[in-house]
Structures are given as C-alpha cells and as structure tokens.
C-alpha cells in the first residue's frame, strides 16, 4: 500500500507501468487495491480536470497534475 503522506510514493504506487502516467484503469486498479471503488462518473470527472488544468487532453494524469490535486 502507498504512504498516503507521500504524495510521489503514492503515485508511483498508482502508475504500477512506471511510464510516468496513470491512466484510468491505473487509477481504478489502485482505489480498488485501497478498498474503494470508483465508478465510470468519478473517473470521467477526476481526469477531465487533470486535463482542463493542463490542458493536454490526453486522459492521464502525470506527476505534475497530481501534485496539484494533491495539495487541493
């Protein structure tokens, strides 16, 4: 489990690829693992944000956007 203090940890935890991104089925995958599910709704909205705020569009989230969640 991650260090829920640790917000790099953390999502080196969620990117279980190593590429840099976690992806949707990533984010799902480590909620999931946490005891939490997150339902198709909660996916399109948590990275729909990460996207308008950096405006890539990608439907990733790098280390950069979630530290900014993070510290939301």
Known sequence: M????????????FDSDGDGYI????FALAMNAL???VTAAELDS???ASDQRDGDA???ISLAE???AWNK
Do not use: M, N, S
Request: glycine letters at 4%; charged letters at 40%.
């Open 46 to 48: 948590i990275f729909h």
């Open 66 to 68: 979630f530290l900014v």
């Open 2 to 13: 991650p260090d829920l203090d640790d917000p790099t940890a953390t999502f080196q935890k």
């Open 58 to 60: 990608d439907a990733r």
């Open 23 to 26: 992806t949707r089925e990533e």
């Open 35 to 37: 005891g939490e599910e």
